[in-house]
């Protein structure tokens, strides 16, 4: 027998039908998912440990420094047991300082910085950590009801061990006025696991003459117990 | 049940300097042994409109039927130069494409093998949650009507999961399009 992943609590994960977010009205599935028992399928996943760096900056980019606020990111990966997961892929993008993507489609009228690409890969160490530096990401507007603007927030993109634990997210931080009104940030039914997505600021990270730190740690599935081993 | 998990988000629409390389789409370029298929099809929203900013994420054993995971323990061989995971971004007719190989069968519940099959992962803005699926082959019909996820689909609604040959080729083509919403929508499983 195969050990599978937990399923996470009702109210974790964002239902896909949400229509306080315009996108969703033509990209939802209409019919309920069919739920499978977890294979090797499901418990096996890509690795990548030896493609990327440990670590990233992203404050300086084709022979030059970014603009706008430096801070650093940190944190650790772990699954909903507490055990560290080492190696893990995350893949990071952001708007820059202005609130603009560097990426084709967008449109904002708000400068693109030719030193800050927004993009990085980063494994985690041994004991989940990882850690970056980068500049805080503006606010933008988006066109999904009038007025409306996206909360400053970094996606995050990561591999756990097993395919069935795939996860894309986003960190926000804390004390942002636009959290209140996001409707992808108010996706997620359960208030207490929509909090876990703001990141702390925090002093033991900061670092003197240099930037301000915020810590978000990452809680992957973890695994149910071995039949016979509970 | 999971009390503590980091809730997913929508991957947004910016996601193309970060997540997609030309080169991950092409899984077996390196030599890998198998039959060498290419699988390509269009996402689809529930207005037929194709979905032009969607990640599709490819993960499947090699031609053995043998995942590249330490988990994987089958008394299979490894390919050194196939490690099944694959990734392309849609393009703006909603299109993806992937050149990799066929899989073979592997282990499912007990001693009950399961059909080929590619696992599948889709992402896109409008999608707050990632969606699951699975491409079954249109030449394993024994396997498939055996097959212990497939038979957990309404028989009406399998079709939706069995790629098209998509005529004689070589590398074969086989066409998946994923339908998002609707009545053609696409089988979605609850991993």
């Not at chain 1, 195969?2 to 109210?11: C, D, E, L, N, S």
């Not at chain 1, 190696?87 to 708000?110: F, K, M, S, V």
């Not at chain 2, 629409?13 to 370029?29: T, Y």
Request: aromatic share 8%; net charge negative; charged share 20%.
């Amino acid at each position: 027998m195969i050990a599978g992943y937990r399923r996470p609590a009702p109210g974790v994960h964002p239902r896909n039908d949400a229509p306080a977010y315009a996108s969703t009205a033509q990209r939802a599935p209409r019919k309920h998912a069919i739920k499978i028992p977890h294979t090797l399928s499901e418990i096996t996943g890509p690795r990548f440990d030896s493609t990327p760096a440990l670590s990233a900056d992203l404050t300086r980019f084709d022979g030059g420094a970014a603009l706008g606020e430096r801070i650093i990111v940190a944190g650790r990966v772990f699954d909903d047991d507490g055990r560290a997961i080492p190696h893990a892929l995350i893949e990071l993008w952001q708007a820059n300082a202005a609130g603009r993507y560097a990426h084709p489609t967008d449109q904002h009228d708000a400068p693109l910085d030719p030193h800050f690409s927004g993009v990085a890969r980063i494994l985690t160490g041994d004991d989940g950590e990882y850690r970056f530096i980068t500049i805080k990401p503006g606010a933008y507007p988006w066109r999904n009801h009038p007025n409306a603007w996206r909360p400053q927030h970094i996606h995050f993109s990561l591999f756990g061990p097993g395919f069935a634990a795939r996860l894309v997210t986003q960190m926000y931080f804390p004390g942002d006025p636009l959290l209140a009104l996001d409707p992808i940030f108010n996706s997620i039914a359960d208030p207490v696991a929509r909090e876990r997505l703001i990141s702390r600021f925090e002093l033991e990270t900061t670092v003197a003459e240099y930037a301000l730190g915020y810590q978000f740690d990452i809680v992957l599935r973890g695994r149910e117990a071995t039949p016979g081993q509970d | 049940m999971s009390t503590r998990l980091t809730p997913s988000q929508t991957v947004g629409p910016f996601f193309g300097p970060a997540l997609i390389r030309a080169s991950d789409g092409r899984m077996a370029d390196g030599g890998a042994r198998g039959e060498r298929i290419v699988i390509e099809g269009r996402v689809l929203d529930g207005a037929g409109a194709p979905v032009p900013d969607a990640v599709i994420e490819i993960w499947q054993a090699n031609a053995e039927g043998r995942y590249d995971h330490r988990e994987d323990t089958q008394e299979k061989l490894l390919d050194p130069n196939f490690h099944g995971f694959g990734r392309a971004g849609t393009g703006a007719s909603g299109e993806y494409q992937f050149h990799t190989i066929k899989p073979g069968a592997v282990a499912g519940e007990g001693v009950a093998l399961q059909a080929p099959h590619i696992n599948v992962c889709v992402f896109a803005r409008g999608l707050l949650h990632h969606l699951m699926t699975r491409i079954y082959f249109p030449d394993e019909s024994a396997a498939n009507s055996a097959d212990p996820i497939l038979n957990l689909v309404e028989p009406e609604r399998r079709a939706t999961l069995v790629a098209r040959d998509a005529g004689k080729s070589s590398p074969r083509i086989l066409r998946f399009d994923i339908v998002l919403q609707g009545d053609h929508e696409t089988v979605f499983f609850d991993v």
